[in-house]
């Protein structure tokens, strides 16, 4: 059983680690899902002040929900990565969009961020990690693992003229996000 006295971040560590391990009880699970809620919640939250505005040079992103009882206090990363897909996410035309183009776009508006000058560029895992988190908040995206395809990639996207980067040939199948159809 987890310890009620830990902060949130610990706290799912350990779920996490016993449910790999498969020594999880009931309550285990069900704290993990009301800790994903609640984590979900702290995203859709800062991207809705991103989308208002609230996150424009000089004015902090600011949640309800303390950011540090989540281990993302002065995550500045994460705050980028949330004003990158403020600025592209509705513009994509693709269904399926490859992890690895969205990095690719990433680095290429990384210096174009008026907030983002002097911070840390991150690994393609590392922008995975949270591009996946916020592009899938809203639940517009899901993240997938797909073979890009004409089906899936074949329609015109723009912002593919913005990054060196072309449409996987080799039909292996890669990890992004998909649109959720409604």
């Known amino acids: 059983m987890i310890s009620t006295t830990r902060h949130t971040p610990a706290a799912v560590q350990e779920l996490l680690s016993s449910v790999a391990h498969g020594t999880a009880t009931l309550d285990e699970l069900r704290n993990l899902v009301a800790a994903q809620v609640v984590l979900d919640e702290l995203v859709r939250s800062c991207l809705e002040q991103l989308r208002d505005g609230a996150g424009s040079a000089g004015s902090p992103v600011?949640?309800?929900?303390?950011?540090?009882?989540?281990?993302?206090?002065?995550?500045?990363?994460?705050?980028?990565?949330?004003?990158?897909?403020?600025?592209?996410?509705?513009?994509?035309?693709?269904?399926?969009?490859?992890?690895?183009?969205?990095?690719?776009?990433?680095?290429?508006?990384?210096?174009?961020?008026?907030?983002?000058?002097?911070?840390?560029?991150?690994?393609?895992?590392?922008?995975?990690?949270?591009?996946?988190v916020t592009a899938t908040a809203d639940g517009s995206w899901a993240y997938a693992r797909m073979r890009g395809s004409r089906q899936t990639m074949g329609a015109f996207e723009p912002l593919l003229d913005r990054v060196e980067w072309e449409i996987p040939a080799d039909g292996r199948a890669r990890y992004g996000i998909r649109r959720v159809q409604a």
């Open 62 to 132: 600011h949640s309800e929900t303390p950011a540090a009882d989540f281990g993302w206090a002065g995550d500045a990363s994460a705050i980028q990565v949330a004003r990158f897909w403020a600025a592209f996410g509705g513009l994509l035309a693709w269904d399926f969009v490859p992890t690895d183009f969205l990095h690719a776009l990433y680095l290429d508006w990384r210096p174009s961020d008026p907030d983002g000058r002097g911070s840390v560029e991150l690994t393609s895992a590392a922008f995975a990690r949270r591009i996946n």
